[in-house]
């Protein structure tokens, strides 16, 4: 037997996942490594930290899976986007840590660029935000000394995690990227698919720097028998939202996929259409598998899943975030209550980051299952009004869409969806497929499957859930939602 090698790198853990050319997980592990807050608002992690995670899970899912070196045909790599880091292109070194994505250090100079929104818009796809590449590879520029000395000595290189990680574990061969990743930075035109003149100009991120961009299902080199012990083509990386889309199977225009994490993540395939939201949305580039670019929309909700864990943690209403759903099935309704997690602002469509977290509704006679429903039911309300931006942006409805992540496992919370949004919802056997969709791209790099139908066999539906609600039920549910939203926000 054949296998592949996946590495699904997290904000707070790596992880790789042996699969068998049938797609099926033989071996699996996972590390968490250091979260650094240097002070408020920053978000970093030390590379060394992270190379060191990966090649430990790697040589642990190996030995758990019991595959020989010479058994592996291939590596997948499938990554948190936007995080970046800078090393040393002679000695390997990187030598300022690496600024997370949810670091928000460089908010102000975002602010400070307001007047170039549009054309960065117009370009990237992207709302202005700290959130992506740019500005915090030019904070590094204009901060860290020693950045700017082996930029003079044309020894700097910059990439986002997938780049870092190719390189090292290549030694040093492969300085690439894909354009799911490149797509992220702020940096790339998403239309004409090159680092773009005008933006490296206006953060001025020289564009010698920057790693050579290729589709997401490529031949990128190979590993270094040195560093890992065997050598095999890396031959799939994506962002980890766009290799789960791609993982969802969403191949066509329109298919959408809903990932209830922390946070919630709302990917619909535009296809060959660049469209710009005017809904609050971004654009980005999918996996890309032949010539033809291909393009995302996508909305994010800041809470998520995350409104369950502050049940547990700060309420302390359950005890272990699956206790939600029995506590939610407990009453009928939320008795007119309504949470907005606003906890950190609003995201997609409403984007305000002055809103604040709401409990409204409650009477003398609102208890812990009333609160926890309403908990549930606004991670469902969210989603929804993200996907009401995504079919005004498209011009039409959406009828079902699939879903994963940790919160997607609540059937509470999936009915609710299904109702409240009147769409059907998919749920596959295999509900990891950010690093299935890494899977995928190697394993069409390498023929195993031929074509997009073959893949739609591996990973079929567990359960789908369907809309029983009355349509007059549903206005009244959404108009309290919609009251209540507007609350958070005077
Ligand atoms: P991430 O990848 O963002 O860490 P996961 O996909 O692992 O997220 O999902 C974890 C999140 O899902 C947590 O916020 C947790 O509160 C929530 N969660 C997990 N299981 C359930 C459940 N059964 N019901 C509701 N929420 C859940």
Redesign the pocket.
Known sequence: MKYIVVIDQ?T?SSRAIIYNVRGEVVGKAQQEFRQIYPQPGYVEHDPIDILSSVRSVISTALTEARVKNSELIGMGITNQRETVVMWDKLTGEPFYNAIVWQCRRTMERCIELKGYAEEILKRTGLKLDSYFSASKIEWILNNIPKARELLQEKRLLVGTIDTYLMWQLSGGKIYKTDYTNASRTMLFNIHHLVWDDYLCNLFQVPKEILPEVCPSSHYYGMTDAEILGFEIPICGVAGDQQSALFGQCCFEKGDLKV?????CFLLMNTKEEALVSKNGLVTSLGCQTNQMPSYVLEGSVFV???V??WL?DELKIISK??D??ALARSVSNTNGVYLVPAFVGLGAPYWNFEAEGLLTGITRGTNRAHIARAA?EAIAYQVNDVTNAMCKDVNQSIPCFKVD???S??SF?MEFQANISNVSILSPINKEVTALGAFYLVALQQNIYKTLEDIKQVNLVDKIYSCNMKSEDRIKLLNGWNKAIKKSQL
């Not at 990932?259 to 946070?263: D, V």
């Open positions: 997290g707070t990932t209830y994490g922390t946070g998520g899943g995350a369950i864990q547990r975030a699956s939600s759903e549930l992540g940790g919160a496992e609540n919370l």
